[in-house]
């Protein structure tokens, strides 16, 4: 009899400190990628904001992140959607807990009203919950950190004077050098396409004059860049590509 109730009490035991035991909970951590274009999955490519009430949100690959004073919810990446009119595109994510978040964003200019900052994109958010609430304001691409700079072309002939392109981030303008003559010009990107415009140059006479007529043409159909490890790599419409190297003074 005292084995039996020896016996009852181990399994009396071992079911208290089975079920005492703290649980192991797995998490699943998602790691960024990087794409082609040298573009990691989590780094945010486009913000936006908006006033009365005050709201931001930004996108990547991976996430659609929105946030107000009071709350921030984070939805799933998605990929946009492109109107008819190459000026706009649309976003639609779900975060599985009953938020629906749909962002229409058109190529146009726009203030928030309580800055100087000049804008490229009127933005429309729509938050549906157990009520839509629609929200306007304002947003930007944000071009990637290695990209602004000076960089200056890779060619397999050396050259006393090579052809160096600055891109200056804060202005969206670009200038350099092309063998004799300087050129300048605006920029606009998004994410990973690139175009040059409005370019322009001085005259000064040389005898790389054709080559660098070449390369002055060629600056107006680039379409996208690359980055790839201390590497500016554009990619032109025909599908030349012309690879850059940090300039060396």
């Known amino acids: 009899m005292n084995r039996f109730f020896c016996f009852i009490g181990c399994l009396l035991l071992l079911f208290v400190v089975a079920c005492s035991a703290p649980k192991?909970?797995?998490e699943t951590i998602?790691?960024?990628t990087t794409d082609a274009n040298g573009w990691e999955s989590d780094r945010v490519y486009f913000q936006a904001i908006g006033t009365e009430p005050f709201w931001s949100i930004s996108i990547?690959?991976?996430a659609i992140t929105w946030t107000t004073p009071e709350?921030?919810?984070q939805f799933?990446?998605?990929t946009p959607m492109q109107a008819m009119d190459a000026n706009v595109k649309r976003y639609v994510s779900e975060d599985g807990k009953g938020n629906r978040l749909e962002l229409q964003m058109v190529q146009k200019s726009c203030?928030?009203?309580m800055s100087d900052q000049d804008y490229t994109y009127q933005v429309k958010v729509q938050l549906v919950q157990k009520e839509t609430t629609?929200?306007?304001?304002c947003g930007n691409y944000l071009l990637h950190e290695k990209l602004a700079g000076k960089w200056q072309l890779q060619t397999s002939t050396p050259t006393d004077k090579p052809i160096v392109l600055e891109l200056d981030a804060t202005e969206m303008t670009f200038a350099g050098n092309a063998h004799c003559n300087r050129y300048f010009g605006t920029f606009f990107s998004e994410?990973?396409?690139l175009r040059l415009l409005n370019i322009g140059s001085t005259k000064i006479a040389c005898n790389e004059k054709d080559k660098e007529q070449a390369y002055l043409q060629k600056l107006s159909s680039v379409v996208s860049y690359k980055m790839h490890q201390q590497h500016l790599i554009l990619l032109l419409a025909d599908g030349e590509q012309w690879t850059f190297e940090v300039f060396k003074n």
């Open 24 to 26: 192991v909970v797995e």
């Open 191 to 193: 994410k990973n396409s």
């Open 30 to 32: 998602k790691v960024p």
């Open 111 to 113: 203030s928030d009203g």
């Open 60 to 62: 990547s690959e991976d």
């Open 76 to 78: 799933p990446g998605s």
């Open 134 to 137: 629609t929200f306007q304001g």
């Open 71 to 73: 709350s921030k919810i």
